[in-house]
């Protein structure tokens, strides 16, 4: 049996200063400086840090829809939010130290079950988190639309 595999290249160009624009062919390119925290001088733009946390939190986002779909979840809202800690870790290197990830789905009243076991399977079925060496803690918040 084969194994898939896919790659997904970007190339980074250093702009000057702490900027770099992240180009993928065929996408719109992303322009990404150091944050504040670390010297960045433009904090409007994206940082490697929000980055690393949206791309766990939108892989769980897309990745919930996915399995809802395929589960007959009724989805009538969905959001994700995301919080990445980072500080002085167990190994003595300073990085992430755990990503904090909350949950909001909205659906039917008799689907909450579903859409908490849907949002865990999601959680270890997303590539981004199931990629990180870090806990990542999920929280589910259920909400039901009036039946």
């Given at each position: 049996m084969r194994v898939k595999e896919f790659s997904f290249p970007v190339a980074v160009e250093w702009l000057g200063d702490t900027r770099v624009a992240t180009r993928i062919s065929g996408k719109r390119e992303v322009e990404t400086s150091s944050p504040p925290e670390f010297r960045g001088k433009d904090a409007t733009?994206?940082?490697p840090e929000d980055l690393f946390v949206g791309a766990a939190a939108?892989?769980?986002?897309?990745?919930?829809?996915?399995?809802?779909?395929?589960?007959?979840?009724?989805?009538?809202?969905?959001s994700v939010s995301g919080d990445g800690v980072v500080g002085r870790r167990?190994?003595?290197?300073?990085?992430?130290?755990?990503?904090?990830?909350?949950?909001?789905?909205n659906t039917d009243a008799d689907q909450e079950k579903l859409a908490r076991d849907v949002a865990q399977k999601a959680k270890e079925g997303c590539l981004v988190t199931v990629s990180l060496d870090l806990p990542i803690e999920l929280e589910i918040e259920v909400e039901t639309a009036p039946a």
């Open positions: 733009l994206w940082s939108s892989c769980l986002a897309v990745t919930l829809s996915g399995i809802a779909e395929r589960r007959g979840l009724a989805l009538h809202g969905l167990d190994d003595g290197q300073f990085g992430f130290k755990r990503l904090s990830l909350r949950v909001v789905i």
